[in-house]
């Protein structure tokens, strides 16, 4: 089965253009865009444009697309730390796109790349290790089990620094035009339970997403508006209902993880469930905790569960755990900490 995993990207409205612009520098390497094309709805199919466009014509379609009906495909390939190669789309969604239902549902700003792209190195060594075992039948050697498991960690290594590239961390350091940002299993955002990995800013962040996990369940919040705000549950229940994105409660139940991949079905049963336990009160009471608690609780979770990886950068904070898992019992640890 083909893996497709997104990372979702989110930033202020006026700062969408100049941050996409930032995003291409940063994945393509060597400004090597492989493609570019625009869609929009009233075509139904793509028109292409020219990849070596000078950095000015770039700009104004960026501006242009950003409030328009249309979308913007960019897609390149991006070097990894591991050397590999892999194919990265990146995808700018007008506001009025699909009559502005992409927008609502997914945010402006999308990348998507290929899991399978991702562990083409480990299924060569597997393979590999499958060749060499002695025909005497006495099995795999504990050398090559080591090589097995760290080439893993390379495929979980390579993932985290694509995300970080696309967030907008380099060197270390939170760039200007960063996003906050989660890797996601196809592009169904949510504020954090769902994801593989999860940047803010801010580490009070990740207690705000309460509200926005609350906000996501109950109420028809458009993403980009989950996003902006960052207070109590009253604040996104007085945001106006928006028509393409209906609540969680209205269109899921934990009878549709039957339909998702085997991998994501446990993740996905849990994780409604956990949006569907949450209180209002809850949400509240977590949205007000210091900035300093949070980052204490987040890196105390991260030493006793070695799954997840608490990332401490100059300007911001990232939790990464392997691509095809959740950050969700970190929330749940917060959770329990805190009520």
């Not at 941050?19 to 520098?25: G, T, V, W």
């Not at 796109?97 to 790349?113: D, E, H, I, K, L």
């Not at 028509?243 to 994780?271: G, I």
């Amino acid at each position: 089965m083909s893996i497709t995993l997104s990372i979702s990207l989110h930033t202020k409205a006026e700062r969408v253009p100049s941050a996409f612009i930032a995003l291409i520098d940063r994945v393509a390497d060597d400004s090597s865009i492989v493609e570019m094309d625009i869609t929009a709805e009233s075509i139904g199919s793509p028109r292409g444009c020219d990849a070596r466009i000078g950095t000015q014509e770039f700009s104004s379609i960026v501006d242009s697309v950003a409030v328009s009906d249309e979308m913007l495909h960019v897609g390149t390939a991006h070097t990894l730390p591991s050397g590999n190669d892999v194919y990265v789309s990146c995808e700018l969604k007008g506001t009025q796109y699909m009559r502005g239902s992409r927008w609502a549902q997914n945010g402006a700003v999308t990348c998507w790349f290929s899991y399978g792209q991702m562990t083409r190195v480990m299924e060569e060594v597997r393979s590999q290790i499958g060749r060499s075992v002695p025909a005497s039948g006495e099995g795999i050697g504990y050398a090559d089990m080591l090589s097995a498991a760290a080439t893993g960690e390379v495929v979980v290594s390579d993932c985290e620094a694509l995300f970080l590239a696309c967030t907008g961390v380099v060197d270390n350091r939170v760039v200007a035009d960063a996003f906050d940002s989660s890797l996601l299993y196809l592009d169904e955002w949510t504020p954090g339970p769902g994801c593989a990995m999860r940047f803010h800013r801010n580490a009070a962040d990740f207690a705000r997403d309460f509200p926005r996990m609350y906000a996501l369940f109950h109420f028809q919040c458009a993403v980009p508006d989950l996003c902006r705000l960052s207070g109590k549950v009253a604040e996104y229940e007085a945001l106006p209902p928006h028509p393409y994105r209906p609540s969680l409660k209205e269109w899921c139940d934990p009878v549709d993880a039957a339909q998702r991949p085997r991998f994501y079905r446990a993740n996905w049963a849990r994780e409604l469930q956990f949006y569907a336990t949450l209180t209002r009160d809850a949400a509240d009471r977590l949205v007000s905790l210091p900035e300093s608690t949070v980052r204490e609780q987040l890196k105390h979770f991260a030493e006793t569960d070695l799954t997840v990886t608490f990332c401490e950068i100059d300007g911001g904070v990232a939790l990464t755990e392997e691509p095809l898992s959740t950050v969700l019992p970190v929330y749940e640890y917060l959770l329990r900490k805190n009520t």
